[in-house]
């Protein structure tokens, strides 16, 4: 016991021993190294303004009923005029027998396919290429996180693998066929006399673009916006509350453009005195930039307010009402470094034809390149509280750029020295 113990107090010391002097190695290599880098990295600098908004479209609601609603569009799917956009059921045993119906419907289709089709080579080729093709869809929209319309793909696939086994499966003639069919058809008139009066249609009375969730304020109006001043769509900003509303069938966008009012601050507004349009930045859920035109802009000594539009993105911004947006005035694009990376080097250069010698300064950060410090030559675009934006003066090899690595701290550094580490 005496032995095995010493053994394990000897392990424990070498092991403290090897952590010391590993610790202390990199506490001295630390304190002895001449100089600190830094990574240089791309940087988008704007010159914008952040200001709430409020969406405006030409929406029409769409009436309400009572029972199950089951809608028949997805959020911003456009829809033509007199297409069914929801199915109201009385209750559950409506809904029940209208999903029925559907399925007999499906189960038709395939049956009249089949005897349509027959047995011949180039049906199968066919049937199996329609397979194929439905895999395809279904699984590109599932890598592209496409749900919009998985539910027909999903359909689709089905339909297509059981026609051909119907088309195709042993024991089945063609007499079959014919009889099961006229089963299903009269089993589908009988569901359909009795579920009527059960089931409700609601279709659009105009063409426009579906959203399922209504808030309130659908009766704002794109033209009521452009008749207001700063104080009036202040006003009306605070005033508005938008609340989804719940056991309505939605509404419809009836207009090709969208409307942003945002009310801004007057030296803001004087900004926008000879725009034609700006780029907007959203936020939230619908993070998009979009170049918007500038449809009207009133100002006064209270403040401005901004009349803002486009026509696309319509069915991406259907549930979109109340928004802070970001609106940028201008971009500038460089190399974000730290500002203690930023020195001015003097250079003494001698004029050929009057031999007189001058000092010219050049402002610029070191790269260590291949072990070697590098001065690259660069001007300051913009400024931040410890950063610079800079551009570089120079083309080539010592053209200032995006993961240069950069001296923060150091002294004695001169172009070409060697860095040791």
């Known amino acids: 016991m005496k032995q095995g113990n010493s053994v394990i107090t000897l392990v424990m010391i070498l092991l403290a021993a090897a952590l010391t002097a590993y610790l202390g190695f990199y ?15 791309a940087y988008t600098n704007n010159d914008s303004v952040e200001a709430d908004g409020l969406l405006v479209r030409q929406e029409q609601v769409l009436p309400s ?12 799917e456009k829809v033509a005029a007199g297409k069914t956009v929801a199915l109201v059921y009385r209750d559950g045993a409506a809904q029940s ?28 080729a066919r049937l199996d290429e329609n397979i194929l093709q439905s895999l395809v869809s279904l699984r590109s929209a599932t890598a592209l996180d496409n749900y919009s319309h998985l539910e027909d793909q999903v359909i689709q696939l089905k339909s297509a693998v059981l026609k051909r086994d119907l088309t195709y499966g042993t024991g089945i003639t063609s007499s079959d066929l014919t009889t099961h069919l006229q089963a299903l058809k009269l089993q589908l008139s009988a569901l359909k006399q009795q579920s009527g009066s059960a089931t409700t249609r ?64 007057p030296e803001t507004g004087l900004r926008f005195e000879h725009l034609s349009s700006i780029l907007v930045r959203f936020t939230g859920d619908f993070t998009q930039d979009v170049t918007m035109k500038v449809d009207r802009v009133v100002s006064d000594e ?65 790269a260590i390149v291949n072990g070697r410090a590098v001065f690259k030559e660069a001007e300051v675009i913009s400024e931040g509280a410890d950063f610079y934006v800079l551009r ?14 950069l001296v923060l701290r150091g002294t004695g550094i001169f172009n070409g020295k060697l860095m040791e580490y």
């Open 97 to 124: 027998a209208q999903n029925q119906q559907e399925e007999l419907t499906r189960d038709i289709e395939v049956l009249e396919y089949a005897i349509q089709s027959g047995g011949d080579v180039s049906s199968t």
């Open 202 to 265: 609601i279709v659009a009375p105009v063409s426009g673009v579906f959203s399922a969730q209504t808030d309130g304020c659908e009766d704002m109006t794109p033209q009521q916006l452009l008749t207001m001043d700063h104080r009036q769509l202040s006003e009306l900003i605070a005033s508005a509350s938008p609340t989804p509303q719940s056991g309505g069938s939605g509404k419809l966008i009836t207009s090709d453009r969208w409307y942003l009012a945002v009310p801004l601050s």
């Open 302 to 366: 209270t403040g401005a307010a901004a009349i803002l539009s486009s026509d696309e993105y319509l069915s991406s911004t259907t549930l979109l009402r109340r928004q802070t947006v970001e609106l940028i005035f201008d971009s500038s694009y460089g190399i974000r470094v730290p500002k203690a990376c930023l020195r001015m080097e003097s250079e003494e250069v001698t004029d050929p034809d009057s031999s007189q010698t001058e000092t010219v300064n050049h402002l610029g950060v070191y």
């Open 27 to 41: 506490a001295w290599n630390t304190f002895n190294v001449s100089y600190t880098t830094t990574v240089a990295y």
């Open 65 to 76: 009923h009572s029972g199950i609603v089951d809608l028949a569009r997805s959020e911003g």
């Open 392 to 405: 570089s003066v120079t083309t080539g090899k010592n053209a200032l750029r995006a993961g240069d690595e």
